[in-house]
């Protein structure tokens, strides 16, 4: 019985560390990753929202990837809504009918 919970602790305290230097590698590369960043963060231009973040994304990115457009469809897409968005604000502040546009 003895030499069987011997064996377990021993199994036991190889996972540890095991689990251990898993852990220890895991830090290394991320300290490596982190000193690339910063060596990097040097020669990189700081824009307003990245911070000199290697994993940064442009949130209007994140906005494209849900759609299955091309940025370039997306963008005439926002600026045909934007255009509209304007008319018709300067159609009710002139108190304009929309529909006298068309001759009706």
Same mark, same amino acid.
Do not use: M, P
């Given at each position: 019985m003895a030499e069987m919970n011997q064996a377990q602790r021993e199994e !036991? &305290? @190889?996972r540890r560390e095991a689990l251990l @230097?898993?852990?220890e590698a895991? &830090?290394?590369k991320e300290q490596a990753e982190l000193a690339a960043a910063k060596a990097q963060? @040097? !020669?990189r231009k700081k824009t307003l929202l990245d911070n000199n973040d290697p994993n940064f994304v442009n949130p209007k990115e994140k906005l494209y990837d849900k759609f299955p457009l091309t940025v370039h469809q997306m963008d005439i897409i926002i600026g045909v809504l934007f @255009?509209?968005?304007l008319l018709f604000l300067v159609l009710g502040m002139t108190h304009t009918s929309f529909f006298g546009l068309f001759g009706g």
């Open positions: !036991e &305290l @190889a @230097a898993q852990r895991q &830090l290394e963060s @040097a !020669e @255009a509209l968005i």
